[in-house]
């Protein structure tokens, strides 16, 4: 695991920049140490646990100190690109609807998955824009509020593979948008100096 990819967790978290790059050194020189001692390989696994661990506890921690006020802001950031995301894909299925037959919709189930989940990628995107204070925090919410919508909408879809690849493929496309979102601004953030 890179620094770069430690740096885009963080500011998806939104933790200031001198305490980003503080955990990302403490990090780095004991994955180094590990590294030398028992393998890349084995490092690297510690590493992946280490911020899968930091991640939780960071998250516990910016809930504690945002109170109310961060989660309404974290759902408020996700209805939003729901609500948004939600109108664009009536108003395209409405538009195929009209010009494809039921049929040929069917037919190419695979390719409706692909553009509803980039639909997914989109809103994530959107909900971690929206969620300033914690945009991968908004994007895994607008995936949790998605997988919701989704059932509700796919139940009458007679392949079944359908709502199931696209409940389990959501989440992890929303969180991919909110990622880009992240990235973003983890690189305006070092770029200003913030």
């Not at 403490?26 to 890349?40: F, K, P, R, T």
């Not at 409405?94 to 809103?123: C, H, K, Q, S």
């Not at 509020?145 to 392949?159: G, N, P, Q």
């Amino acid at each position: 695991m890179s620094p770069t990819v430690l740096d885009i967790v963080l500011a998806g978290l939104n933790v200031e920049r001198g305490l980003r790059e503080a955990l990302i050194g403490d990090l780095m020189e004991e994955s180094a140490e590990l590294a030398a001692a028992h393998g890349v390989r084995s490092a690297n696994r510690w590493l992946r646990w280490q911020v899968m661990r930091s991640v939780r506890v960071m998250a516990y921690g910016a809930l504690r100190a945002g109170g109310a006020r961060l989660l309404v802001g974290v759902l408020t950031a996700a209805v939003a690109a729901l609500a948004l995301v939600m109108g664009v894909i009536g108003v395209s299925a409405a538009a195929f609807g009209e010009w494809l037959a039921p049929e040929t919709i069917r037919r190419f189930g695979v390719l409706v998955l692909a553009l509803d989940l980039a639909y997914g990628v989109a809103g994530g995107y959107l909900a971690a824009r929206f969620g300033r204070s914690a945009p991968l925090a908004s994007a895994l919410a607008f995936g949790v509020l998605a997988v919701a919508a989704s059932v509700v909408s796919t139940a009458e879809i007679e392949h079944r593979w359908y709502p199931l690849a696209l409940q389990l493929l959501l989440v992890p496309a929303t969180l991919g948008g909110g990622w880009v979102r992240a990235r973003h601004l983890a690189h305006r953030l070092d770029s200003s100096g913030a």
